[in-house]
């Protein structure tokens, strides 16, 4: 089974501030990698699909980056709305697998 | 405009079968995955299993022996069911679309769409 790790777990920003988070595999998974954003009590919502293509209505400071096995989710300038817990996800062999996630507080 | 509502038992005893059922409205059932995601009290997203409207289905390996995944395609519902849960399976439990898209000769996967989740607890 492919092996996801986020990093860091946990990070401290600003409003304003440029975050950049990791994803790795532990073995290839070419560009089949997305990101989803969880807010407390709420479900995921999706952001990034095949790696860096972004879905519709996600707005363009989210950009995702990376192939084979290390992945990045960058918010350029981070808003308030943006504070949230950040999962990546991959399908592989048919066996869907997450990330341990990202949480992305105020500081 | 899709949406998917889910209903189900929120409170169990060991041993006994979750039953969760999830509804979907608003667009096409067909040519999609339906899966079903749970995630326990402060812990991560793990994914539990799918089926297509024709019935196919893929398990998560760590569960396959205690779940199964049906689907209902005259009223566009899929449903859970997992069995002699125990306390770890306590949990909020989400319905979830899946979509497989071709770009550029290569088909990519991801989950779209999402019901807002059911709180399951087991506890004696």
């Known amino acids: 089974d492919i092996q996801l790790t986020q990093s860091p777990s946990f990070l401290s920003a600003s409003v304003g501030d440029r975050v950049t988070i990791t994803c790795r595999a532990s073995?290839?998974?070419?560009?089949?990698l997305a990101w989803y954003q969880q807010k407390p009590g709420k479900a995921p919502k999706l952001l990034i699909y095949a790696a860096s293509t972004l879905q519709s209505g996600v707005p363009s400071r989210f950009s995702g980056s990376g192939s084979g096995t290390e992945f990045t989710l960058t918010i350029s300038s981070l808003q308030p709305e943006d504070f949230a817990t950040y999962y990546c996800?991959?399908?592989?062999?048919?066996?869907?697998?997450f990330g341990p996630g990202t949480k992305v507080d105020i500081k | 405009q899709v949406q998917l509502q889910q209903w189900g038992a929120g409170l169990l005893k060991p041993s006994e079968t979750l039953s969760l059922t999830c509804a979907v409205y608003g667009g096409s059932f067909s040519g999609y995955y339906w899966s079903w995601i749970r995630q326990p009290p402060g812990k991560g997203l793990e994914w539990i299993g799918e089926?297509?409207?024709?019935?196919?289905?893929n398990y998560n390996p760590s569960l396959k022996s205690r779940v199964t995944i049906s689907v209902d395609t005259s009223k566009n519902q899929f449903s859970l069911k997992l069995s002699s849960v125990t306390a770890a399976d306590t949990a909020v439990y989400y319905c979830?679309?899946?979509?497989?898209?071709?770009?550029?000769?290569?088909?990519?996967?991801?989950?779209?769409?999402w019901g807002k989740g059911t709180t399951v607890t087991v506890s004696s």
């Open positions: 073995q290839g998974i070419s560009s089949y």
């Open positions: 089926i297509n409207h024709s019935g196919s289905t």
């Open positions: 996800q991959q399908l592989n062999s048919y066996l869907i697998t």
């Open positions: 979830a679309r899946g979509h497989l898209v071709p770009i550029r000769n290569t088909y990519y996967y991801y989950m779209d769409v």
